[in-house]
């Protein structure tokens, strides 16, 4: 079956850290751009990091320099470390893949939740 499954999601204080992964099934994620993707409550989805197969990376400017997206492609997961985190991060975290002959996937989402 065709799938990105998430995990990592929860609550955490301001200032803390969170670590989201997500793993591709049944996909060509090694030759694949993959990505992760916010939407808070009441907001549009928008995108906050993505990583080519060279490792090449690019960020929203609300997340620079405190997440840090990396890939592991003998396990076909993403990650996406979350460090410094405010409550205005708070949101639903999707990862995406874009496969090169243009098919994109979207994982179910996890909620993470910046509150003290």
């Known amino acids: 079956q065709v799938q990105l499954v998430e995990s990592g999601g929860g609550l955490v204080q301001p200032g803390g850290s969170l670590r989201l992964s997500c793993e591709a099934s049944?996909?060509?994620?090694?030759?694949?751009?993959v990505a992760w993707y916010r939407q808070a409550p009441e907001k549009e989805r928008e995108l906050v990091a993505t990583?080519?197969?060279?490792?090449?990376?690019n960020y929203a400017d609300s997340v620079k320099g405190r997440f840090t997206i990396s890939r592991d492609n003998a396990k076909n997961t993403e990650y996406l470390q979350m460090d410094s985190l405010k409550p205005e991060d708070t949101a639903v975290y999707y990862c995406n893949l874009h496969s090169p002959t243009g098919y994109i996937y979207w994982g179910q989402g996890t909620q993470v939740t910046v509150s003290s």
């Open positions: 049944r996909m060509p994620f090694s030759i694949s751009i």
């Open positions: 990583i080519t197969p060279s490792g090449r990376t």
